[in-house]
């Protein structure tokens, strides 16, 4: 018997030694990838001052979630996730960040998700705000900048083991490497559908991913937008406006992104998207990574 209990010890420190260096590795790999440096932009946007870009702004932070959703309801920072296994995300208070940065550091960290230093963010959708025009990113960057300080939570990122061990085998990414395995959406079909590309790319690929086709994440799984084409322009509509589908169930994020965020949309920018999105043609099937 006490021969037995040796081995059953010497097995269980074994195995304990295993996990250790496990662990240690993914550590080490993940942390890799969270210190990898890129080539910093100094890409000049101008940030007009008037009232009227301002309003403007603001519409456009809005539809985009920087404002009145990820960041808060008035951009003073929200725990987007908080689970220790897989970690803490705490979106940045945004009335702090833009009296941090300057334009051009604040323009690099929405468009390509690149600190300072060049070390890129996770989980904000530069892999979406890559393909803002200049002019809406600098009326986004002065509505943020018009605002007054708010008090909220402070930044905080804690990675738990399941988020180190999905960055260290690549199912988990950083802004910047979704960004550099990003490809162009299919091209308009039509006149009409132009601007609701634009808006594909800028808006509904935050939940969506880049190429539309449905993305799952700890927090949430969205659809295929190849959906729409079961829509009619009306009920299309109404879900923009209220978050309510075909079928008429409750939807969680989507019911929330729409009443707060999407209803902004104007009648033509909503008409337009359904135009691109109607049409949007089959793609082919994801290669395994």
């Not at 702004?57 to 309801?73: K, N, P, V």
């Not at 804690?158 to 299919?186: D, F, H």
């Not at 299309?236 to 169930?249: D, E, S, W």
């Not at 104007?266 to 337009?272: F, K």
Request: hydrophobic share 45%; with cysteine; glycine share 8%.
């Amino acid at each position: 018997m006490k021969r037995l209990l040796r081995w059953v010890g010497i097995g269980l420190g074994a195995l304990l030694g295993l996990l250790v260096i496990a662990l240690a590795v993914i550590y080490a790999l993940s942390q890799r990838t969270l210190n990898q440096r890129y080539p910093v932009p100094q890409t000049t946007i101008d940030v007009p001052g008037d009232a009227a870009a301002i309003a403007a702004g603001q519409r456009l932070a809005t539809i985009s979630g920087c404002y009145a959703s990820c960041h808060g309801r008035r951009a003073e920072g929200a725990v987007l996730f908080d689970e220790p296994i897989i970690g803490r995300l705490v979106a940045p208070n945004l009335t702090a960040s833009v009296r941090k940065y300057s334009d051009v550091e604040l323009a690099n960290i929405i468009r390509h998700g690149l600190r300072p230093d060049g070390r890129s963010v996770i989980v904000m959708p530069s892999e979406a705000f890559v393909f803002l025009r200049d002019a809406d990113l600098g009326r986004i960057m002065a509505f943020l900048r018009s605002l007054p300080p708010s008090e909220g939570p402070g930044p905080s990122v804690a990675l738990g083991p399941l988020a180190r061990l999905g960055l260290a085998t690549g199912q988990y990414k950083t802004a910047a490497q979704l960004i550099a395995e990003t490809v162009p959406l299919p091209v308009a079909a039509n006149p009409d559908a132009l601007s609701g590309r634009y808006l594909a790319q800028t808006v509904c690929a935050h939940c969506h991913g880049t190429d539309l086709r449905g993305r799952t994440t700890p927090a949430y799984s969205s659809p295929n937008l190849q959906i729409v084409a079961a829509y009619s322009p009306e009920t299309f509509a109404r879900l923009m406006r209220t978050g309510v589908p075909l079928g008429g169930q409750k939807l969680g994020l989507m019911r929330e992104e729409a009443q707060l965020n999407l209803a902004l949309l104007t009648d033509a920018e909503i008409a337009s998207l359904y135009s691109y999105l109607h049409t949007l043609p089959d793609a082919p099937p994801r290669q395994p990574t």
